[in-house]
């Protein structure tokens, strides 16, 4: 018996070590964060998105940062373009459509086949990502993404 144990122990010992191999393959991001001051002036996440049928995969890493006075949130993104590969810092603006106590939500109007609409949780600093598609008319959107809400997360 104590050979089957020390066995089962090898092996899961030796899967251990190749599974963080394999991982270490990978780019590593750093871990999220919240930033929401006293001053209710701005809120700030950062982490990986992660969720469903994301087109950036699982290894990238997303800034959000909405500033109350200027009616946007900043949405900063890099993710891995290869092996032991980062691609550009890409960044575009959204306008906040909602400041609340406890929550802040930014929407695209709806450029191309997808809108987008973000909603950050300040109580519980939670980010809820939502990708909804639109123009489904046109032969190009039908083809992206398919036909379903995607709904994400920031970790």
């Not at 144990?5 to 092996?11: D, G, K, S, V, Y």
């Not at 995969?57 to 946007?72: A, F, G, M, R």
């Not at 906040?96 to 973000?118: L, N, Q």
Request: glycine share 6%.
């Amino acid at each position: 018996m104590r050979r089957i144990m020390l066995a089962i122990a090898t092996i899961s010992a030796v899967m251990s070590v190749n599974s963080a191999r394999g991982s270490d393959d990978n780019i590593r991001f750093g871990a999220k964060s919240f930033y929401d001051p006293s001053t209710d002036s701005q809120v700030q996440v950062s982490g990986t998105l992660k969720g469903e049928d994301i087109p950036t995969e699982t290894n990238n890493s997303y800034l959000i940062w909405c500033l109350k006075d200027q009616k946007n949130c900043l949405i900063a993104w890099v993710e891995d373009s290869g092996k032991h590969y980062v691609g550009n810092i890409e960044a575009y603006y959204i306008p906040i459509t909602e400041w609340h106590r406890d929550t802040v939500t930014a929407a695209d109007p709806g450029f191309g086949c997808w809108k987008t609409t973000i909603t950050i949780n300040r109580k519980t600093k939670e980010v809820l990502w939502i990708e909804e598609p639109i123009n489904r008319s046109k032969d190009f959107c039908q083809k992206e993404r398919g036909n379903s809400v995607k709904k994400w997360a920031i970790e």
